[in-house]
């Protein structure tokens, strides 16, 4: 079988302008509530900036969502964490492996099974949605 | 009851949900019909009335961008007429779902009836190579619905928990302890499981709940492609996509919305589905023991020609003031049907699958296959069909038969 072709995305399409959907806008009033009961001093340090577009949305939401998961956890939960930091954005923690007693009705874990050598190059896995600013010849949007 | 003798199930060891935004299933994938007469897609005949009385039949003028703005309304009243045709149960207690309300509730946002019969396009399968050919290569269900005939998040939560605790709406809401969410369940197993969002400013759409409260449970997208690189897949990988265009964090780039609700691109959430397939069919190690499900949140107020069925209470009731509606909702009915596909090269090309699922089929799924009996989930989960049973064939795909993509 022939590769199928992905489509390509004009430039054009991309406007971080472009005003919050009501998801977003009840994604970013989540996050309000939350903010709201933070103490004082926490909430100073997160942007404060009326959101009206994408961009403004994205802006307080990556602050936000670094604070909860930098943040301590509770000491019931904390066993769980897998070195969560409030670093760099898209390389985060590995998965967390909810480890405990295997339940009776369980299978054997495929975490046990021998892992085969790696084969994927760094191009296959990059995000075919982040793209170059440097990119200057988009194709034109069919009206 | 899954068949665990078989060789794809034998082998199976990591399940990957991705789950879109906002499209409904004859908007996406009607026109497969044409190619395979079993897809329930469109005749070209389905239509609704204009608010002049005019018949408005569905069209193939789906676009890319640009065509459904304002959003097409998806909360529950309109949801709710969009399905009945605004007949009400005060007018018909006895009412039906006719599908005939979808161009009046969008011609209400902007009174332009011109523009209200945009609701009524669909693609063509040429523009959008990448869902189009998984549908048609794999296994494509005819009768998958979102849970309740709402917006996103109480039928996310839906993915998420089996039941959206009572919410039929976009409101904050705190998960009843009653009923844990998937993730939770996988505490005390051998297994893992993980939310992936696209990247912090992105994040996740479960915010209230699992990330104020569990962040371990979460990783970005670009953790999701190293784990699949190093082989470090979680059992149970649930992908959120990028909900806005905004920049990159550390300036090398525009991050494009890749989720396609309107009035994102949809070639965006093109790019982005055959980079999570891709992700997993071209790692060797992954693909023979992975099944990929697509599925969409709800329909985003587009057209869809199939009434959604009754469906097993969950036990809640949200109240007029919450519907919006004259009626009391008792989730005893599902949303409007949405596209879904089963990706695995344990699964017979053309597949069509004609069983009733909802979102509460996922966290049924994964629960049956990882976690056992479990007995704390909503009637609807318990109710739910699951899917891995697709998972059949006797022998797996040869390489060659499965699609790849290129840029």
């Known amino acids: 079988m022939e590769p199928i072709l992905i489509p390509s995305v004009p430039r054009e399409a991309f406007n971080k302008h472009r005003r919050i959907s009501d998801l977003v806008r009840k994604q970013v009033e989540h996050f309000r509530h939350i903010e709201k009961r933070l103490p004082a001093d926490i909430r100073a340090t997160l942007p404060q900036h009326e959101i009206v577009t994408e961009d403004d949305a994205a802006r307080y939401i990556g602050p936000i969502t670094d604070y909860l998961l930098s943040r301590p956890q509770p000491k019931s939960q904390s066993k769980k964490v897998v070195s969560i930091k409030s670093a760099v954005p898209m390389r985060r923690s590995l998965p967390v492996t909810l480890t405990a007693a295997a339940s009776p009705a369980l299978k054997k874990s495929p975490a046990k099974k021998k892992s085969a050598p790696k084969k994927e190059t760094t191009k296959a896995h990059k995000s075919p949605s982040i793209r170059s600013k440097t990119k200057k010849s988009a194709p034109k949007r069919k009206k | 009851m899954l068949d665990r003798t078989l060789p794809g199930i034998q082998k199976l060891q990591h399940v990957v949900v991705l789950m879109m935004e906002n499209r409904s299933f004859d908007h996406m994938l009607g026109a497969l019909k044409s190619e395979n007469p079993a897809i329930d897609g469109l005749t070209g005949n389905e239509f609704n009335l204009d608010t002049t009385g005019e018949p408005v039949k569905v069209v193939p003028d789906a676009e890319f961008q640009s065509q459904l703005d304002p959003d097409p309304d998806h909360h529950f009243p309109a949801v709710d007429m969009q399905i009945f045709g605004g007949v009400t149960t005060a007018q018909n207690p006895n009412r039906q779902p006719n599908m005939q309300g979808f161009v009046t509730s969008y011609y209400n946002q902007q009174h332009n009836v011109g523009h209200s019969h945009e609701i009524m396009n669909y693609f063509t399968s040429d523009k959008l190579p990448i869902l189009s050919t998984l549908a048609t290569q794999y296994a494509v269900f005819n009768r998958w619905f979102s849970s309740i005939p709402g917006p996103t998040l109480c039928n996310r939560a839906f993915a998420h928990y089996g039941t959206s605790f009572g919410q039929v709406s976009m409101d904050v809401f705190y998960w009843n302890k009653q009923y844990k969410s998937v993730y939770e ?35 970005t997208f670009q953790d999701f492609q190293d784990a699949c690189s190093r082989n470090k897949l979680p059992s149970y990988s649930f992908i959120e996509p ?40 071209s790692n060797p190690n992954l693909w023979p023991k992975t099944a990929i499900l697509i599925v969409y949140d709800e329909h985003g107020g ?28 008792h989730f005893d009915r599902l949303g409007v049907r949405v596209p879904a596909v089963l990706i695995s090269p344990w699964i017979a090309p053309g597949t069509v699958i004609n069983e009733v699922f909802e979102h509460a089929s996922i966290p049924g799924t994964l629960t049956d296959f990882f976690v056992g009996e479990y007995g704390a989930r909503s009637p609807r989960e318990i109710a739910a069909n699951t899917f891995l049973g697709y998972i059949n064939q006797p022998t797996m795909r040869a390489d060659a038969d499965c699609p790849t993509f290129k840029k």
């Open chain 2, 242 to 281: 990028n909900y806005t265009d905004h920049d990159a964090p550390d300036g090398t780039g525009e991050l494009i919305a890749s989720d396609q609700h309107p009035d994102h691109d949809v070639r965006a959430g093109e790019q982005f589905i055959a980079t999570v397939y891709t992700a997993i069919r």
């Open chain 2, 185 to 219: 369940r996988f505490e005390g197993t051998p297994y893992t499981a993980k939310l992936y969002y696209y990247d912090q400013q992105s994040s996740s759409l479960e915010v209230i709940n699992l990330l104020q409260n569990q962040p371990q449970l979460f990783g």
């Open chain 2, 302 to 329: 587009i057209y869809d020609h199939v009434p959604p069925p009754s469906c097993t209470p969950d036990g809640f009731v949200a109240q007029p003031a919450a519907t919006g509606t004259p009626d009391p909702f």
